[in-house]
């Protein structure tokens, strides 16, 4: 059984750092007001306040994270009312890279980036959020505006896409405790 604990600025700190370290999306993050947002994690209810902390360590996690961001994932993409809602992930692969194409994504600058959308099977958004969980993990869910289409798969897009993604982002999600479970960082709306 999983439980949302609401975490401070330890974990902001950590979702600043792990932003350093990624690719084009992440670089655009940086510049969200992290601080006026909130941070969960879902981990079992038996963990200690010592290893909720310990983003950078495993040990913690029951083997359910994954799932429980996919029905994050899944309720934000068929639930939101406005614009195009899309999943976004980073992936460590660049154009070429001998890598396994069963997933949706889109290339900007060489960099490689999954891609969920309403459409998308619940089996398919847990596979890809799966797959993203690689270090350094980035995700989001955002919008696009409704008069813009949907990239197409395996599509080049220009860094403006990033851009204005990481603008309208609601949620970021970062991969943490060992590549076990995921800080998920909102926005809050005034």
């Known amino acids: 059984m999983l439980s949302e604990f609401e975490l401070g600025d330890e974990a902001l700190r950590y979702i600043r750092s792990e932003l350093a370290h990624g690719r084009g999306l992440a670089r655009h993050l940086l510049g969200l007001p992290l601080e006026q947002g909130r941070v969960v994690t879902y981990l079992p209810s038996t963990v200690v306040a010592e290893d909720l902390l310990d983003f950078g360590s495993g040990g913690v996690a029951g083997g359910e994270e994954n799932v429980r961001l996919a029905e994050l994932i899944v309720g934000y993409l068929r639930g939101r009312k406005t614009g195009i809602p899309v999943c976004v992930f980073e992936h460590y692969a660049h154009r070429g890279d001998p890598w396994k194409k069963d997933l949706r994504y889109f290339v900007v600058d060489e960099e490689v980036f999954l891609l969920v959308h309403r459409d998308t099977r619940t ?43 990481s603008e309208r982002t609601d949620h970021v999600m970062i991969g943490a405790y060992d590549a076990e479970a995921w800080l998920v960082w909102s926005r809050r709306r005034t």
Request: proline content about 7%; hydrophobic content about 35%; overall charge negative.
């Open 123 to 165: 089996e398919e958004i847990a596979k890809t959020a799966q797959k993203a969980h690689l270090y350094p993990s980035i995700g989001i869910l955002s919008t696009l505006p409704q008069d813009q289409s949907l990239p197409e798969d395996r599509s080049e897009q220009d860094l403006r896409l990033l851009q204005g993604l």
